[in-house]
């Protein structure tokens, strides 16, 4: 036996193995975490520095301030000029409920020491001290509203951070939120030396680093609400979006302006039928019923989804509207000039039925010829008054309730008199019996009683469409003069009656008219250029009150920023805007806004071609019935409230 050291075994080559495999699972766990890319790379920024006065993120500076002294009496929306402020600042508020009881007897204590303070000092015979008095004061009247309950003490911390894209921008930008500040003897430093802690103090992290508050009551803690907005925010109306400036609501009625008139500008497809048809949705929940003149069928599902009455207008549907029409008009005055009033809308309306391209701008405002020469105007005018006449309808408001003529009527009344009468019933002849005869020849076949009522023009021939909106516009004025409610009238592709004087002379006639009978008229067109470069066009942007921007080609951004007086920054933005957002014009003020809709909204008014082609083979799985046309023994069609929701009428 060999005594000595014992010779160590060699150990297990398995276990060696599976210890080195181990290993290296561990190495590669290790690296492939790393490679992970965590939500704090995405937001962090590729650098940061830190100095005694400021702080540089990435390319930009910025600078941390703390508010340090308030004055006496603080003011609702004193915060609202930094807040609307065209800068990137970033603000934090820190609140810290404090316990009645505690603040009660700090208090109590308070008033005694001033008390005595005032006593010593009246003993010594020294002069009074009004502030001390004041102190007293508001002691007292805080003590009996935390007594009651009707306020409560809290510890209230602002600190805000102001970004610039160099130091020169930042130095700017600070001494303007100083000023502005300071004019309100609100008083703010930066946070020097502590520029690290400012910064996690005023980004979203919950983190109070800074520490520096002020006691505040519940009145005085409520005039530092952020978000308001009092240019364009009420207590009623419809919610039109977000507040780029300040991320609140814009919630406006625009029935509280001095007109209700609007105009939407853009470009195709920057969302101007989405916006309007967003707002006509909301307005119908507040009871206003909505017109449609849809020239390009956008405005279907939203009509069916609500149970609207949709108006096909073409040569071959059954709907007829006769424009010789007069309104049941119940206001006495009205009555008396109803015949007189529709004689001059249908002299306009005639004259471009006739007229046709020779009635087209040229060159501002000049034309290539009148539609009708003097002689003509006398004659038609003569045989206006004498087809009114053979149906048995004169001034005399007793009359009015009679059948109205037909075109075919005048053409046959201009056939039989002397004069140009021959002329222009050849001129007149393809409404009566020609190409374009039926659809205005006679008599109406539509009884519309509906909040919201569509009339799709789509399938009218190019000459015909102006002569439709026409005749539609004065259908609906008429209706509007009948029964006088909140309505709204909403003309698409407006710059299609822009091309012609006589029916751009009617559209501004309703706009400066409709105010009265508590109609607003929104004017949509994406021809800005040749819009405003009409004296009507300019004349109808001048009488609506409301207008929204979206926007632009490059060539309308000139166009627009002279009419609407925009600054640099606002026309550089025009032009660039995304889908949604535009400047949002109500009386004297305006902001940039963002449109905003639900999904179900969405669903309902988008015309992306994707989301359409989705939405309809969805309905086609769910289908289960159509609406078809619904008729009155008398053969009139009705559109009216037999209508169920989720179900349109057709014609």
Request: proline share 4%; glycine share 8%.
């Amino acid at each position: 036996m060999a005594f000595g050291k014992k010779k160590k075994q060699p150990d297990d080559p398995a276990a060696i193995a599976a210890a080195q495999k181990l290993q290296e699972q561990n190495e590669v766990q290790v690296a492939f975490q790393k490679g992970i890319t965590a939500l704090r790379d995405f937001i962090a920024p590729s650098s940061l520095e830190f100095s005694g006065t400021h702080f540089q993120l990435g390319t930009r500076y910025a600078r941390t301030y703390y508010v340090y002294g308030y004055p006496r009496q603080l003011y609702t929306g004193w915060l609202s000029g930094m807040v609307n402020l065209d800068a990137i600042v970033d603000i934090s508020m820190y609140i810290y409920p404090v316990e009645s009881q505690i603040v009660l007897e700090n208090l109590k204590k308070k008033v005694t020491q001033l008390e005595a303070g005032i006593q010593l000092d009246s003993e010594k015979g020294r002069v009074r001290d009004p502030g001390k008095q004041a102190a007293i004061l508001d002691a007292e009247e805080m003590r009996d509203k935390l007594q009651v309950g009707e306020e409560r003490f809290f510890r209230f911390g602002l600190y805000f951070t102001i970004y610039g894209t160099s130091l020169e921008e930042l130095e700017f930008i600070s001494h303007e939120v100083e000023s502005m500040l300071g004019q309100q003897l609100v008083y703010s430093k930066p946070a020097s030396s502590q520029q690290e802690q400012g910064l996690n103090s005023t980004i979203p992290q919950l983190v109070d680093q800074l520490q520096i508050r002020r006691n505040m009551s519940t009145g005085a803690l409520s005039t530092s609400f952020p978000f308001t907005s009092a240019d364009l925010s009420q207590d009623n109306g419809i919610l039109y979006g977000i507040n780029m400036h300040n991320s609140g609501l814009v919630i406006f009625d625009r029935f509280s302006l001095e007109n209700v008139n609007s105009v939407v500008f853009a470009k195709s497809g920057a969302g101007k039928s989405f916006s309007v048809k967003l707002e006509a949705l909301r307005s119908m929940m507040f009871g206003t019923e909505i017109f449609i003149i849809d020239p390009e069928n956008e405005y279907q599902r939203m009509c069916d989804a609500v149970g609207g009455a949709y108006v096909r207008l073409s040569l071959n549907s059954n709907t007829r509207i006769n424009p010789f029409e007069l309104p049941k008009v119940i206001d006495s005055d009205e009555a008396d000039n109803a015949l007189r009033t529709n004689l001059i809308t249908l002299h306009g309306l005639l004259r471009l039925m006739m007229g046709g391209a020779q009635a087209e701008a040229q060159g501002g405002n000049q034309y290539l010829m009148p539609a009708l020469a003097p002689s003509e105007e006398a004659d038609l005018d003569a045989a206006l008054i004498g087809t009114y006449a053979k149906a048995g309808i004169t001034n005399d408001p007793l009359t009015h309730n009679g059948i109205p003529p037909t075109i075919s009527d005048l053409y046959d009344t201009l056939l039989h008199m002397g004069g140009t009468g021959p002329q222009l019933a050849q001129r007149l002849r393809k409404y009566t019996s020609g190409t374009f005869a039926g659809i205005f020849s006679q008599q109406s076949n539509i009884n519309i009683d509906n909040p919201m009522v569509v009339f799709n023009l789509r399938d009218l021939e190019d000459e015909l469409r102006p002569v439709a909106m026409y005749i539609v516009l004065n259908y609906v004025w008429n209706k509007t003069k009948t029964d006088q409610k909140r309505r709204i009238l909403v003309v698409d592709e407006a710059w299609q009656l822009m091309k012609y004087e006589d029916s751009a002379n009617f559209l501004f006639s309703l706009a400066k008219r409709a105010r009265k009978y508590n109609l607003g008229i929104t004017t949509i067109t994406q021809d800005v250029e040749d819009f405003m470069g009409s004296r009507m066009g300019r004349a109808i942007v001048a009488n609506a009150s409301m207008q929204f921007l979206l926007k632009q080609s490059p060539s309308a951004v000139d166009v627009l920023s002279d009419v609407f007086k925009l600054t640099s920054e606002e026309r550089k933005r025009l032009s660039q805007f995304p889908v949604g957002q535009g400047l949002f014009f109500a009386g004297q003020s305006h902001v940039h806004l963002q449109v905003i809709a639900s999904a179900t909204e969405t669903g309902l008014i988008t015309t992306d071609p994707d989301e359409v082609a989705s939405i309809e083979e969805a309905a086609k799985s769910n289908e289960t019935g159509t609406a078809g046309e619904m008729s009155t023994p008398d053969g009139t069609i009705d559109l009216g409230n037999r209508l169920s929701p989720g179900s349109a009428g057709s014609v």
